[in-house]
């Protein structure tokens, strides 16, 4: 320690002071002048001072050591000092590395769970019903039972008959009651007629006629049912029905062209 090396520095030099003060004090020459009495006066003052000197000496010595005590501990203050703000800076680095890992993992949960609620929202949202027209009338339907009825529109228009035909009587099975009930029953004829499945074609558009017969659609599935008898060879039947649409629905276009189609199995 520095004290230690202090200190024993400063005892090895009060010790040779002393030394050479009574090596002084008894050297021959130097009292030979003297009387026996006063030699021994200088003796003992020399003594005197000797020892007053390594009182002070010692005194120093304290002051000294106290001094670099308190040099140490300020040193070890100082050094405990810095061993802790190194501590609390590693601390404060980890503690940053911490928040920012958790701020990604927030960041993160956040995009999952806006992704989770969008995509939750639009699943319930293809659950809600729709408002919609309908054949001239305002209808509530569901977003599938529209999807499925716009589906088999769409291959009846592309001219794929028989995948009309079976996505049309999916769609009436699975939605018997449906706004798009008679018009997916009338497609369902028309598709069955192009098919030449003329029987099915009556039996769809009769459908329309007993089931719906306020539906706007029942001239024309009479005009269906018509054209079916006509390829089964059954005019009659075909007469009966252009007669009715004349009869039941005089101001319509199917009712002209009803009135055409008499004259021409008039003809026959």
Request: with cysteine; proline share 3%.
């Amino acid at each position: 320690m520095i004290a230690d090396r202090y200190r024993a520095v400063a005892t090895t030099t009060t010790r040779l002071g002393a030394a050479l003060l009574v090596c002084g004090a008894l050297s021959a020459p130097a009292y030979a002048l003297f009387g026996d009495d006063e030699a021994r006066k200088a003796i003992l003052d020399l003594r005197a001072k000797v020892a007053e000197m390594e009182n002070r000496l010692r005194e120093k010595d304290v002051e000294l050591a106290a001094r670099l005590e308190r040099l140490e501990a300020a040193n070890r203050a100082q050094l405990e000092f810095a061993n802790t703000v190194d501590a609390q800076r590693r601390e404060i680095a980890t503690l940053r590395g911490q928040v920012e890992t958790l701020t990604n993992e927030i960041t993160t949960l956040q995009k999952r769970n806006r992704d989770l609620y969008g995509d939750l929202d639009s699943r319930l949202k293809s659950f809600e019903p729709v408002a919609t027209t309908v054949d001239g009338k305002p209808a509530t339907v569901d977003r599938a039972e529209q999807a499925a009825y716009d589906a088999a529109l769409e291959q009846f228009r592309g001219g794929d008959y028989r995948s009309a035909a079976g996505s049309l009587q999916t769609f009436l099975a699975r939605w018997p009651k449906s706004a798009y009930a008679p018009a997916a029953s009338y497609w369902l004829g028309n598709s069955l007629y192009s098919l030449k499945d003329y029987r099915g074609a009556v039996a769809a558009q009769q459908a329309v006629v007993d089931r719906y017969p306020d539906s706007p659609r029942v001239p024309d599935a009479l005009l269906n049912i018509a054209a079916s008898q006509i390829e089964l060879k059954d005019t009659a039947r075909a007469r009966t029905a252009l007669q009715k649409i004349i009869a039941e629905h005089p101001d319509t276009e199917a009712a002209k062209v009803a009135g055409e189609r008499l004259k021409v199995l008039g003809r026959k």
